[in-house]
T-cell receptor
Framework: DAGITQSPRHKVTETGTPVTLRCHQT?????MYWYRQDPGHGLRLIHY???????DKGEVSDGYSVSRSKTEDFLLTLESATSSQTSVYFC?????????????????FGPGTRLTVT | RKEVEQDPGPFNVPEGATVAFNCTYS??????FFWYRQDCRKEPKLLMS???SGNEDGRFTAQLNRASQYISLLIRDSKLSDSATYLC???????????FGSGTKLNVKP
């Protein structure tokens, strides 16, 4: 299994409080991602990083910010948590490989964080 | 139209059966294709990358049809432990362009 950990694994928080989720990898992969998974929506990209201090928005970035100060750590912050942010959050990592004539990216996921905002 | 579409199932099959899932994608520029397995309340895990020539890993066979823009996963001799949700993922060879299907649920019964 890829060396990816997420913390905390479970969290219950109140509306309006800030929350930070941490993703830590030991694979030295360049690319890191935060997704949320909700019933009926599948996995949706929140933010991603393509290097230290290099981040960009995904399709559902409103209300979230990220930071990557080291290759191994990618933090996701909910500035002021809302009930609509109750979800399961997955971190993923990726690196480019070239198994044949073209480059490909395989993603590996962390164990997830279950966040409940009351 | 969704980038990637899958039949949500569930597919209910007896042990030992052969079952096939299809996944269609809309972007003809897509280059990389994957099948992931996700168990209940767990993270998605990479099952197979799908290559142009098709590939096999034990009881699992993946095929790609670029002309019709679909990929398939065939599971032979189904085991109880194969029960899970199978996600189809498509990438256009950009590190930030992964498109996920909503998953197909498989239940293998004794």
């Amino acid at each position: 299994d890829a060396g990816i950990t997420q913390s905390p694994r479970h969290k219950v928080t109140e509306t309006g409080t800030p929350v930070t989720l941490r993703c830590h990898q030991t694979e030295n992969h360049r690319y890191m991602y935060w997704y949320r998974q909700d019933p009926g929506h599948g996995l949706r990209l929140i933010h991603y990083s393509y290097g230290v201090k290099d981040t960009d928005k995904g399709e559902v970035s409103d209300g979230y910010s990220v930071s990557r100060s080291k290759t191994e750590d990618f933090l996701l912050t909910l500035e002021s948590a809302t009930s609509s942010q109750t979800s399961v959050y997955f971190c993923a990592i990726s690196e480019s490989t070239q198994p044949g004539t073209s480059i490909t990216y395989e993603q590996y996921f962390g164990p997830g964080t279950r966040l409940t905002v009351t | 139209r969704k980038e990637v579409e899958q039949d949500p199932g569930p597919f209910n099959v007896p042990e030992g059966a052969t079952v096939a899932f299809n996944c269609t994608y809309s972007n003809s520029a897509s280059q990389s294709f994957f099948w992931y397995r996700q168990d209940c309340r767990k993270e998605p895990k990479l099952l197979m990358s799908v290559y142009s020539s098709g590939n096999e890993d034990g009881r699992f066979t993946a095929q790609l049809n670029r002309a019709s823009q679909y990929i398939s996963l065939l599971i032979r001799d189904s085991k109880l432990s194969d029960s899970a949700t199978y996600l189809c993922v498509v990438n256009s060879n950009n590190f930030n362009k992964f498109y996920f299907g909503s998953g197909t649920k498989l239940n293998v019964k004794p």
